[in-house]
């Protein structure tokens, strides 16, 4: 079990905090990550922990070997899962979230020339272990996602070889196994999205293809509904077709004066590109338009005519009939494909199942009017003819047409993205551009875009100088090269953690400096972490330092990072949020809002009716005068009655405690206050505690009746009433309570 105490390698910003969860060269149980985490998907595993799979960019050749069920070993890039415990954040185990692999020509994988990159040759010509190559962005598919029927019938974590001619793969994660998906087609895979075909027979997959000039690519596919169709069949990933977008208006190309150093044209092809579709605001309407990728007449006429090892650089079709990443480009641009300067991602609008957002992140040699990267919106309509209009969200050359004075100051890069549930794009940056940062000096950063007006807000920033400590010291090697380190795989699972839409984040950082101390001794490559973005309500002040902050007269919000923060109310309604971590949080007079989040926190209410929310972390919470509502949250928590005098109703009120833990919280009473009982402090209350559904004639001083929840402090004991006492809490959940619940101090 982790929840990693190494700093945080990036900060939250504008409202927004950010807490590491597991930092790469720790181990978890009996299994180590490695580094260059980059995609994620989650889904909830029981009621009480969310499965997150992740993905390792590690190149083939690269990183700790692992072994499959059959006794095949690789190394290169795999995908590592993650259970997260909802309350407290800890990762309660992990491991390699696969254990077979089923190739592209339909067998298991039983040795390592069985796939494309399963061995290597070294540049004095020795065969080297290999593996699969550099999975980079991902997605995780419900089954039955769309409300017309379209789409997979599983739930599927997609995930692809992000390299020339690579090979996209479906997770099966009820059977453990990973399946190559040829009817796809080949790409440098950045990434994949489903859409909604409004044919409940269909699958529609939009894809991102990271390569210079690559175009924006489509597969259809029908679902085999056969009670004997295997999984590829059934949800419509084998026997689809193909297609590129290509623009309607006859849109201009780079021109032949735009050389390399040796003076050849950067862009030698004709088809259209950024030339001629560019600008914050600009719309484009297109056609998908099918390619004939799939020949079994012209099996196996692809050969390796430049001895390179390899015939995705050749024309003509592999032995199963698939076109050869040079096959399917030729046709593509013989189709009149639109260039972008390089796709990376594309997700759904979670509103809208026939619009997705796609980001390309600038190319500066070869098309100099895309630097930048530019964020589209695709909004598809399916018919007979597959027609898609795109519109640019955001352009960085023209920094979203005037919204910062250089383009250096906005978003730079775009990469992973993802649309989340509050209707906004939130993006990570990948430095692709040698200008990155030469102007504004800021590093690398995840931004939210709101796809209405273009307008964007930094949330998150990388910090150089979180380089993690003991146990796992690692030093970084080049601290000045701003945008070194890069954020990936930004995920919203608010819906998951129980949070409001758009409002918590999985994401990690790529650390790609740190690659000394455990990360070299365990072969791990790069360090990093897994880390949560969450949305904070109000203000944050002084994120790295311990606050102190008194609120004075007024209605103040306010919320802190990852300092010890002492935070005082006073006066008025107050919203005092703690951050990271171990707070003091006092809301004094009026109804107040208090929440701990992480550490483990004091919350104490004074007067008002007062909402104190733990958090993660084990934190004890007072609700003081008024009826106050108590959640204690994750971890052990600790509800405290107290009021340094007798007990008096008017003192105390009737608070509830929405989530008491019988396992793992305690009610602790005060003698001061509870002067009835004659228990020692820091004893079990015993016998002084009764469970009745007569409380008021029971002899117990504290009185529990199980079945509305309330408990009392019965001050006469059995004489009839409660004398000076009287019901002092609720305990909403109805749980389960003894003796051992309590504590007296």
């Avoid at 190494?6 to 490695?34: A, C, K």
């Avoid at 590829?232 to 735009?258: C, F, I, K, M």
């Avoid at 926190?601 to 009716?609: E, M, Q, V, Y």
Wanted: glycine share 14%; charged share 25%; proline share 4%.
């Amino acid at each position: 079990m982790v929840l990693t105490t190494q700093p945080s390698q990036m900060r939250g910003l504008n409202s927004y905090e950010v807490f590491p969860l597991f930092t790469v060269g720790e181990t978890i149980e009996d299994y180590t990550p490695p580094g260059i985490l980059d995609g994620l998907g989650a889904y909830e595993l029981d009621d009480n922990t969310i499965r997150v799979l992740a993905n390792h960019e590690l190149r083939s050749g690269v990183g700790y070997t692992y072994t499959l069920a059959n006794g095949t070993q690789f190394n290169g890039a795999r995908v590592s899962f993650f259970d997260i415990d909802k309350n407290t954040l800890e990762v309660t185990n992990s491991g390699l979230a696969y254990d077979t692999i089923i190739y592209r020509n339909g067998e298991v994988v039983d040795e390592a020339s069985d796939i494309q990159f399963g061995e290597i040759v070294d540049e004095d010509g020795v065969t080297q272990l290999g593996g699969l190559n550099r999975f980079c962005s991902s997605i995780y598919i419900e089954g039955n996602e769309f409300t017309s029927g379209s789409g997979i019938v599983d739930s599927i974590y997609f995930t692809g070889e992000e390299t020339f001619g690579g090979t996209e793969f479906a997770l099966d994660i009820e059977n453990n196994t990973l399946y190559a998906l040829p009817w796809l087609g080949k790409a440098a895979w950045e990434n994949v999205t489903q859409v909604d075909t409004g044919n409940a027979d269909e699958v529609g997959i939009l894809v991102g293809d990271d390569r210079e000039a690559a175009p924006l690519l489509l597969y259809v596919g029908e679902k085999d509904t056969a009670t004997d169709a295997g999984f590829l069949e059934r949800n419509g990933l084998a026997n689809g077709s193909l297609y590129v977008w290509v623009p309607n208006d006859d849109l201009g190309d780079t021109p032949d004066s735009v050389v390399d150093d040796d003076g050849n044209p950067e862009d030698p092809d004709t088809n259209p590109d950024p030339a001629g579709f560019n600008g914050t605001g600009n719309s484009e309407s297109g056609t998908f338009v099918e390619i004939d990728y799939y020949r079994p007449d012209q099996a196996g006429s692809a050969v390796d005519t430049d001895g390179d090892g390899s015939i995705q650089d050749e024309l003509g079709y592999d032995e199963l009939g698939f076109a050869t990443q040079f096959q399917q480009d030729t046709l593509a641009l013989e189709a009149g494909a639109f260039q972008f300067s390089r796709p990376e991602d594309v997700a759904t609008n979670p509103a809208d199942g026939t619009e997705a957002v796609l980001a390309s992140t600038g190319r500066s040699g070869r098309f100099p009017d895309d630097v930048w990267g530019i964020t589209y919106s695709v909004d598809i309509e399916f018919g007979d003819t597959i027609t898609a209009d795109l519109e640019i969200l955001y352009d960085g050359d023209d920094a979203g047409n005037g919204q910062f004075a250089d383009p250096d100051f906005g978003l730079r890069s775009p990469d992973n993205l993802d649309w989340a549930d509050d209707g906004n794009i939130y993006i990570n940056e990948d430095r692709s551009t040698g200008l990155f940062g030469d102007t504004s000096g800021e590093e690398a950063s995840i931004w939210k875009l709101d796809p209405t007006t273009g307008n964007l807000t930094r949330v998150a920033q990388m910090d150089r100088s979180a380089v993690p400590g003991s146990p796992i010291a690692q030093t970084d090697g080049d601290p000045d090269d701003i945008g070194d380190w890069e954020s990936s795989g930004i995920l919203d699972v608010s819906d998951l953690f129980d949070k409001d839409p758009g409002s918590f984040f999985l994401f990690d950082v790529q650390a790609h400096s740190l690659r000394d101390g455990v990360i070299e001794e365990e072969g791990l490559v790069q360090g990093g972490q897994l880390s949560v973005l969450s949305k904070v309500n109000g203000p944050v002040i002084n994120p790295a330092a311990d606050n102190n902050f008194n609120g004075g007269d007024d209605n103040d919000t306010v919320a802190t990072g990852g300092g010890n923060d002492t935070l005082a109310g006073g006066s008025g309604e107050d919203n005092l949020n703690g951050g990271i971590g171990s707070d003091r949080i006092l809301g004094q007079e009026d109804d107040d809002l208090l929440v701990g989040r992480l550490g483990n926190d004091f919350l104490s209410g004074g007067a008002g009716d007062d909402t104190l929310e733990g958090g993660q972390g084990r934190d004890r919470l007072n609700g003081n005068a008024g009826n106050d509502e108590l959640t204690g949250g994750g971890s052990i928590d600790r509800f405290i009655f107290n009021t340094n005098n007798a007990f008096q109703s008017t003192d105390l009120g009737v608070d509830t405690i929405t989530d008491f833990q019988p396992d793992l919280d305690l009610i602790l009473l005060d003698k001061s206050t509870f002067t009835e009982i004659t228990t020692a402090a820091g004893g079990n209350i015993g016998s002084e505690f009764a469970v009745t559904s007569s409380p008021e004639t029971s002899s117990g001083i504290i009185v529990y009746d199980s079945s509305t929840g309330n408990l009392f402090y019965n001050a006469n004991g059995s004489a009839a009433g409660f004398g000076d006492g009287g019901q002092f809490a609720i305990l909403s959940n109805n749980p389960t309570l003894t003796a051992d619940n309590f504590q007296i101090r």
